[in-house]
């Protein structure tokens, strides 16, 4: 039997993302690595998050818990009120196909699609009659409307991270989630993707977490967050200047 998805809880000032003592043990070639250890966070809605800190950290890990694309060894996850936890894989996948936009530092985007074919495809899975309306205003927002047809191999770096940005945003979810969205591309780039991400963010008002070893781009976050041997070590401004 298909496992149903709970619909968000609909709370305005509740917590978008709520972690109690979240762990991470994964196997090891000399036994199991802790790489996350006792994480408890909450993000409220709207708000703007960047986690920052060394390779190896834990950073990229605590967002794929985010977004379910990781499991807790122990502790709660919840996301718009939906223990992430307690949910199947069909149905996680089908939560954060409808709730969260996941952006990455590669583009991972289908290479025998068009642009427009790549965008469309979440609304297709959801069975949106109107997904290629969508997805050519989503890129024409992007600054795409030329390169509707043109395939991934056929676009620059910007290009694709953008396609790959309107395909996060085309849904309207209330989270998105970014892992060094700016780590492949070079500084102009990587500045008018910077705008691009705050610019959902205020188009849509949804909750923004993103990793990055980017000073500037941490410093447009509402909060900074620093990660250290799989621990949180710092919040706010000291973070904000750790990441520098």
Do not use: W
Request: with cysteine; charged share 20%; aromatic share 2%.
């Amino acid at each position: 039997m298909t496992q149903p998805v709970p619909a968000p809880k609909a709370a305005s000032d509740a917590a978008v993302l709520d972690l109690v003592d979240v762990r991470l043990t994964l196997p090891g070639n000399a036994g199991p690595v802790e790489i996350l250890r006792g994480i408890t966070l909450s993000v409220n809605r709207g708000e703007t998050v960047g986690l920052v800190g060394p390779s190896g950290s834990g950073k990229s890990s605590l967002l794929m818990l985010l977004g379910g694309l990781e499991r807790a060894t122990a502790g709660q996850v919840k996301a718009l009120g939906q223990d992430l936890t307690a949910l199947g894989e069909d149905a996680l996948a089908r939560f954060r196909r409808d709730n969260m936009g996941v952006v990455f530092q590669s583009f991972h985007l289908i290479p025998t699609m068009t642009a427009l074919e790549n965008v469309a495809v979440p609304l297709e899975l959801a069975g949106k009659p109107d997904a290629f309306d969508r997805a050519a205003a989503e890129l024409q927002a992007m600054g795409l409307g030329h390169r509707l047809d043109h395939y991934p191999s056929q676009l620059s770096g910007g290009e694709q991270q953008r396609v790959a940005l309107a395909r996060a945003a085309v849904p309207r979810p209330a989270l998105f989630l970014a892992d060094e969205p700016t780590g492949n591309l070079d500084a102009s780039n990587g500045a008018a993707i910077m705008d691009l991400l705050f610019g959902l963010r205020d188009r849509h008002g949804a909750t923004l977490v993103l990793v990055t070893h980017a000073p500037d781009l941490a410093a447009r976050c509402d909060r900074v967050i620093r990660l250290a041997d799989g621990r949180l070590a710092e919040t706010g401004a000291a973070a904000a200047r750790a990441a520098e």
